[in-house]
């Protein structure tokens, strides 16, 4: 459970417990996850320029992939947008179950992004569901509030897609969800942590007063590869 592979959080869990959801490069030396799980690749070491290479190699010429961390890309590679962000230890937080939260999965999935097309939590795909734990609360039937789990470096779980329809807010259900969400990860024998953009205070004031702590201040970088040589 040791905090430093929360420095290079992607490449520990496609590497570890997401390694399922991986593809790597021809040297070993970058993944990504399918596409159709997370758009997030990661590097064995940002500061190796083979790493990068290798990461070209995996994208193809002129193809956007996304990165997260303190880093810097070699010439060629176009930083198309950087979200400063945050990347809070959740070790602090209280778990525990919300009995009227239910399991979502596969067959939930267009409700689930239909919400977060609402409310724009991040990256949530078709099989985004499949990385983890996601838990829902449902109004009359229709799913309001949804929160679940993204990337696992070893002995840690990302709480993430934390969303509640705007209808649905100020009744707690994400912070319930939250609880919820972390107690299943702590169950695993896990800790919770989470990522936010910075800019994101509302948020951020909910994620303290649950006791979550900052850890880092990484980017969330979307860059393109370079293109092919004529």
Same mark, same amino acid.
């Given at each position: 459970m040791s905090p430093e592979v929360l420095d290079n959080p992607v490449w520990s869990a496609l590497?570890? +417990? %997401? !390694?399922? /959801?991986?593809?790597?490069?021809? $040297?070993?030396?970058?993944?990504?996850?399918?596409?159709?799980?997370?758009?997030?690749?990661?590097?064995? #070491?940002?500061?190796d320029p083979r790493a990068w290479t290798d990461l070209a190699a995996l994208a193809g010429p002129g193809e956007g992939v996304w990165v997260t961390g303190l880093l810097t890309p070699p010439p060629?590679?176009?930083?198309v947008l950087t979200i400063p962000g945050v990347q809070l230890d959740g070790r602090a937080v209280a778990a525990e179950a919300?009995?009227?939260?239910?399991? @979502?999965?596969?067959? #939930?999935? +267009?409700? *689930?992004l239909e919400l977060v097309g609402l409310t724009k939590p991040g990256p949530f795909l078709d099989r985004t569901v499949e990385l983890g734990t996601y838990l829902g609360i449902r109004h009359e039937g229709r799913l309001v509030a949804m929160a679940g789990e !993204? *990337?696992?470096?070893?002995?840690?779980?990302e709480i993430s897609a934390v969303c509640t329809h705007p209808e %649905? !807010?100020?009744?707690? @259900?994400?912070?319930? @969800?939250?609880?919820?969400?972390?107690?299943?990860? !702590?169950?695993?024998?896990?800790? +919770? /942590?989470? %990522?936010?953009?910075?800019?994101?205070?509302? $948020?951020?004031?909910l994620y303290a007063s649950m006791g979550f702590e900052l850890r880092r201040r990484p980017d969330f970088v979307g860059l393109r590869t370079p293109a092919k040589e004529a």
């Amino acid at each position: 459970m040791s905090p430093e592979v929360l420095d290079n959080p992607v490449w520990s869990a496609l590497t570890g +417990p %997401h !390694r399922g /959801f991986a593809e790597h490069g021809p $040297a070993g030396l970058a993944a990504r996850y399918t596409g159709d799980a997370s758009p997030f690749a990661g590097l064995s #070491d940002p500061s190796d320029p083979r790493a990068w290479t290798d990461l070209a190699a995996l994208a193809g010429p002129g193809e956007g992939v996304w990165v997260t961390g303190l880093l810097t890309p070699p010439p060629g590679w176009e930083t198309v947008l950087t979200i400063p962000g945050v990347q809070l230890d959740g070790r602090a937080v209280a778990a525990e179950a919300t009995p009227d939260a239910v399991p @979502l999965g596969p067959a #939930d999935v +267009p409700e *689930m992004l239909e919400l977060v097309g609402l409310t724009k939590p991040g990256p949530f795909l078709d099989r985004t569901v499949e990385l983890g734990t996601y838990l829902g609360i449902r109004h009359e039937g229709r799913l309001v509030a949804m929160a679940g789990e !993204r *990337m696992r470096p070893a002995g840690w779980s990302e709480i993430s897609a934390v969303c509640t329809h705007p209808e %649905h !807010r100020g009744r707690g @259900l994400a912070g319930r @969800l939250i609880r919820a969400v972390a107690a299943a990860v !702590r169950e695993r024998g896990d800790s +919770p /942590f989470l %990522h936010a953009a910075a800019e994101n205070t509302g $948020a951020l004031r909910l994620y303290a007063s649950m006791g979550f702590e900052l850890r880092r201040r990484p980017d969330f970088v979307g860059l393109r590869t370079p293109a092919k040589e004529a």
